[in-house]
Nanobody, 123 residues
Framework: QVQLVESGGGLVQAGGSLRLSCAAS????????MGWFRQAPGKERLFVAA????????YYADSVKGRFTISRDNAKNTVYLQMNSLKPEDTAVYYC????????????????WGQGTQVTVSS
């Protein structure tokens, strides 16, 4: 069982930056592929970024490539999402998720989810 708690969301102007954190419980954090997803009101939950067990492999949605950076610190059981050059269309609830498998861009493949943190980007 893994519990995930996101933090770091908030209101920011377009062009600004935010850093999201996701703290995980349990001693097997390094065994999980970690992902970030986002969901805007009335829309489906979409893949944002994912990172492999050691942090050596990262994956991004085209919409955030070059602006967002995912990283992890296995000693702190934490995964991060650095978001730069934010746009109003980045506004959503951002969710952290853990996959006890090979990792995926599909939300269906993830086993555990956090409660989400709101990110609002004003124009």
């Amino acid at each position: 069982q893994v519990q995930l708690v996101e933090s770091g969301g908030g209101l920011v102007q377009a062009g600004g930056s935010l850093r999201l954190s996701c703290a995980a419980s349990g001693r097997t954090f390094s065994s999980y592929f970690m992902g970030w997803f986002r969901q805007a009101p009335g829309k489906e939950r979409l893949f944002v970024a994912a990172i492999g067990w050691s942090g050596g492999s990262t994956y991004y949605a085209d919409s955030v490539k070059g602006r967002f950076t995912i990283s992890r610190d296995n000693a702190k059981n934490t995964v991060y999402l650095q978001m730069n050059s934010l746009k109003p269309e980045d506004t959503a609830v951002y969710y952290c998720a853990a996959d006890y498998g090979l990792g995926s861009r599909s939300a269906r493949e993830y086993d555990y989810w956090g409660q989400g943190t709101q990110v609002t980007v004003s124009s």
